[in-house]
């Protein structure tokens, strides 16, 4: 199965597309932004959004968040949720179903978890 993925932000659409596309990230074409949902994170909103767009039931979703709000969301649409400990401590993190120190960290996992089917 082709590695499909989607990112849900609280930007809006262009500085989103600036910003991922200087990461060196590759950037997903299913993009869920600020303009795209009513509610903001911690609402779920974003996560069902963004899993019907990749035309996948939210509860095979993995999310990798970095803040508490984030967290939340994931959780609350029924999605497995990474957190990366870089911009809030692992206890702010709470209920996510791993916390890592790094998004390097996070993404090895991602990949443990995805066989591999998701290399770069």
Same mark, same amino acid.
């Not at 959780?75 to 029924?78: E, F, I, K, N, V």
């Not at 911009?87 to 206890?91: I, K, L, S, V, Y």
């Not at 991602?110 to 089917?117: P, T």
């Given at each position: 199965m082709p590695c499909r993925r989607a990112?849900?932000?609280s930007s809006r659409a262009e500085p989103t597309a600036a910003r991922l596309a200087r990461t060196g990230l590759i950037v997903p074409e299913v993009r869920?932004?600020? #303009?795209?949902?009513?509610?903001?994170? !911690?609402? &779920? #909103?974003? *996560? &069902?959004?963004?899993a019907a767009r990749l035309g996948v039931d &939210?509860?095979? *979703? +993995?999310?990798?968040?970095?803040? &508490?709000?984030?967290?939340a969301a994931g +959780?609350?649409?029924?999605c497995t949720?990474?957190?990366v400990a870089s911009?809030?401590? !692992?206890?702010e993190?709470?209920?996510?179903?791993? *916390?890592?120190?790094s998004l390097r960290e996070a993404a090895e996992a991602? +990949?443990?978890?995805?066989?591999?089917?998701c290399a770069r």
């Open positions: 990112v849900v932000t869920v932004c600020a #303009e795209d949902v009513s509610e903001g994170k !911690p609402s &779920p #909103e974003g *996560c &069902p959004t963004a &939210p509860r095979r *979703c +993995l999310v990798v968040e970095d803040a &508490p709000a984030g967290v +959780l609350a649409a029924g949720v990474y957190a911009t809030h401590r !692992p206890d993190l709470r209920g996510a179903h791993g *916390c890592f120190g991602v +990949l443990r978890a995805m066989g591999g089917a």
